[in-house]
């Protein structure tokens, strides 16, 4: 009985397509924390399987409606899916043209991580609850304390394996502002960098 003839293997080289990866471009107003922050995101296996991820610093640490219409026009390139603007309220004296800022992301479809008073708060977040109100000054003060750093550059892998509670924390501070009534700029103290989270690392 004659042997069936085994069909002979292709000897051509299966091509893997990788998944077209999401391009967000996150519009920082410091040039510190919150770059060094976005970077450790960036890092982060889950995002960076599935996002390209850049950052973009104001030369000249522009105020919030200076970011959000740098993002509007960024949003306009086809080549990008999404853009958020990270700024702070700041207090006593909070930036001008906050409202001007909300609406315009708004209107242009544009993610906003405001945190109040300032990024520092969103810091403290990692290490503990914090639901007095604080000035930027004290939030500042506090974070360093927490984290033992002497200038405003934070070391970001310090942070990433906490993010998930500070988001937690991050979420009960804004039910518990929705519950007492007070909306922003008033919603001190407040971050809503756990949207950008859950923006980065959904599948």
């Known amino acids: 009985m004659r042997q069936r003839r085994r069909e002979a293997k292709s000897l051509k080289r299966k091509v893997a397509h990788r998944p077209e990866l999401r391009t967000i471009v996150v519009f920082c107003e410091g040039k510190n924390s919150e770059p060094d922050y976005v970077n450790g995101l960036k890092r982060l296996p889950e995002v960076a399987d599935n996002t390209a991820l850049n950052i973009e610093i104001h030369p000249k640490q522009g105020v919030p409606l200076t970011l959000v219409e740098m993002a509007a026009d960024r949003l306009a390139n086809p080549e990008v899916d999404e853009c958020w603007c990270i700024f702070d309220v ?13 609406q315009l992301a708004q209107a242009k479809g544009i993610g906003l991580v405001v945190s109040n008073p300032c990024f520092e708060l969103w810091l403290i977040l990692h290490h503990r609850e914090q639901t007095r109100h604080l000035s930027t000054a004290e939030a500042e003060s506090m974070s360093r304390k927490l984290d033992g750093r002497a200038g405003k550059s934070i070391d970001a892998a310090v942070y990433m394996p906490l993010r998930k509670q500070a988001a937690s924390r991050s979420e009960r501070l804004e039910q518990r502002h929705v519950r007492n009534g007070t909306a922003f700029p008033d919603d001190n103290p407040s971050s809503g960098m756990h949207r950008l989270l859950r923006a980065l690392e959904r599948r």
């Open 90 to 102: 700041e207090w006593p004296k909070n930036h001008p043209n906050l409202s001007d800022a909300r």
